[in-house]
Each structure stands twice: as structure tokens, then as C-alpha cells.
């Protein structure tokens, strides 16, 4: 199904396009620490993973039930560490923000740079 038009059904008539796959999708990137307006990350800074592309577009398509600031719940897996948490929409990337907790960074020896591979599913 073309992605506006699964788009255009779930926000406009709330109905999850037939044959909607809610992942799991996977997706690659290097981890970045968020900076603040002034360039410099605060204390307490988060780390996330950036989804766009294909994959961003297919999140929005499948994703019915969107939470807070348009957020999408995710159960999201990086080597053997398995999550439930949000994904944040990002129009200065064109696609989700998946944030990295200090646990899942730490379980997994991810530090910014890291390369990674998330696989994701709608949850």
C-alpha cells in the first residue's frame, strides 16, 4: 500500500490500513548525544539513534496510535538488550528519533559514535 495513502487512513479516519506490517524493521547509524541551543550537551544529555528513510516512512505508515508530541511506542532491540519506549518524530531529520537510556548504553558498551543495528517493532 503506498504510504500516503496508509498515512492519509490512519489520521484522517483512525483505521490501520489492511495488510499494515508492524515491523520489526532494522535499521543501522551511529549513536549521537542531543546538544543543547547552545551547541553544548547538558548534563543529562540523551543519546539517540536515528531512524529515516524507508524505514521511517514505513514506522509512519503502520503507526495507528500515536502518544504524546506524536511519539510512537516501539519494543526495540540492540544486541541483547530488549525495550519498550518511544519513538519521537523529527522533521529536521524527515523521519524518528529512537533514544538510547543509560542502561541499554551501558549493557551494550555504546558510547556516541557507536555504530549500531536496532530492530524495531510497533508495540
Given at each position: 500500500?503506498?504510504?500516503?495513502?496508509?498515512?492519509?487512513?490512519?489520521?484522517?479516519l483512525?483505521?490501520?490500513?489492511?495488510?499494515?506490517?508492524?515491523?520489526?524493521?532494522?535499521?543501522?547509524?551511529?549513536?549521537?548525544?542531543?546538544?543543547?541551543?547552545?551547541?553544548?550537551?547538558?548534563?543529562?544529555?540523551?543519546?539517540?539513534?536515528?531512524?529515516?528513510?524507508?524505514?521511517?516512512?514505513?514506522?509512519?505508515?503502520?503507526?495507528?496510535?500515536?502518544?504524546?508530541?506524536?511519539?510512537?511506542?516501539?519494543?526495540?532491540?540492540?544486541?541483547?538488550?530488549?525495550?519498550?519506549?518511544?519513538l519521537?518524530?523529527?522533521?529536521?531529520?524527515?523521519?524518528?528519533?529512537?533514544?538510547?537510556?543509560?542502561?541499554?548504553?551501558?549493557?551494550?558498551?555504546?558510547?556516541?559514535?557507536?555504530?549500531?543495528?536496532?530492530?524495531?517493532?510497533?508495540?
Amino acid at each position: 500500500m503506498d504510504a500516503d495513502l496508509a498515512r492519509f487512513l490512519r489520521d484522517e479516519l483512525g483505521v490501520a490500513p489492511e495488510g499494515s506490517a508492524a515491523g520489526p524493521w532494522t535499521v543501522r547509524g551511529a549513536v549521537w548525544l542531543w546538544q543543547g541551543a547552545d551547541g553544548a550537551p547538558a548534563k543529562g544529555s540523551w543519546y539517540f539513534l536515528t531512524v529515516d528513510g524507508e524505514t521511517a516512512q514505513a514506522i509512519r505508515a503502520s503507526a495507528v496510535n500515536a502518544a504524546a508530541w506524536g511519539s510512537v511506542y516501539v519494543e526495540a532491540t540492540i544486541g541483547g538488550t530488549t525495550w519498550r519506549t518511544s519513538l519521537f518524530p523529527s522533521k529536521q531529520v524527515g523521519g524518528w528519533l529512537l533514544p538510547l537510556k543509560a542502561a541499554v548504553r551501558k549493557a551494550e558498551k555504546i558510547a556516541e559514535g557507536t555504530v549500531v543495528e536496532a530492530v524495531l517493532a510497533l508495540g
